[in-house]
């Protein structure tokens, strides 16, 4: 069956830290893959999407995300945090219809 | 572009009866879709359209539950029989068309069933 898994359900980290997001996903063939932002009482955002091509994808707010196939995985990455990141974040794939995985919630101290 | 919206955001109901939620997407965009979110777990698909044909339905789409999207511009889920287990949030997107998948998002309804 086709899954997304995010291994992390809560995360913290300091303002300017960097941060790693893991995503894993399994499906038969390579899915298109996207990271979505949640804030409280927000609708979700799109953050990043990858197709095909450079594994290294730049999105909105300094975020980027890597594909790598071998590890079936797509972790979103943030070189500097900062206080405004606090939110959720879901990974996603599409391959017959979009499956998410169960978020990441992320806690920035100051 | 206001962007997707959605109508109410809050609903309050009692077990057995109905509710709808409205969703309009944002103009010209031909995808819409429809997912159910409960706390502490990501959006799960439900259904979606292209223009005004419903061309997929998840198996958390039960008998009870039904979606229209009549002239290929805004759509309504329908739950009838509520039950306490449809408490969640319904959240709805629209996307450009066939050769994007990219999501835009509404605030979603949250919805209690008391």
């Known amino acids: 069956a086709q899954s997304v898994t995010q291994p992390d359900i809560h995360i913290t980290v300091s303002e300017g830290a960097s941060l790693e997001l893991r995503c894993n996903y399994s499906?038969?063939?390579?899915?298109?893959l996207f990271w979505y932002v949640q804030s409280p009482g927000q609708g979700l955002q799109l953050l990043l999407k990858y197709f095909s091509g450079d594994t290294l994808v730049q999105g909105i707010k300094g975020f980027e995300a890597e594909f790598k196939r071998s590890q079936s995985s797509f972790n979103l990455r943030k070189p500097s945090v900062h206080w405004s990141d606090a939110a959720e974040y879901f990974c996603a794939a599409f391959g017959q219809n979009f499956v998410f995985g169960p978020g990441t919630r992320l806690s920035v101290l100051p | 572009d206001t962007g997707v919206s959605q109508d109410p955001r809050h609903k309050i109901t009692k077990r057995g009866q109905n509710v709808t939620f409205r969703c309009d997407p944002i103009?010209?965009?031909?995808?819409l879709y429809w997912y159910r979110q409960t706390l502490g777990q990501g959006p799960e698909f439900l259904t979606y359209?292209?223009?005004?044909?419903?061309?997929?339905k998840s198996r958390l789409l039960s008998d009870r539950f039904s979606a229209e999207r009549p002239k290929g511009s805004f759509s309504t889920l329908e739950i009838q029989r509520t039950e306490q287990g449809d408490s969640a949030m319904y959240l709805c997107?629209?996307?450009?068309?066939?050769?994007?998948?990219?999501?835009?998002f509404g605030p979603g309804t949250r919805l209690t069933v008391t």
């Open positions: 499906y038969g063939a390579t899915p298109y």
């Open positions: 359209f292209q223009n005004e044909a419903q061309l997929e």
């Open positions: 997107a629209s996307s450009p068309g066939q050769a994007s998948y990219e999501q835009y």
């Open positions: 103009s010209e965009h031909n995808r």
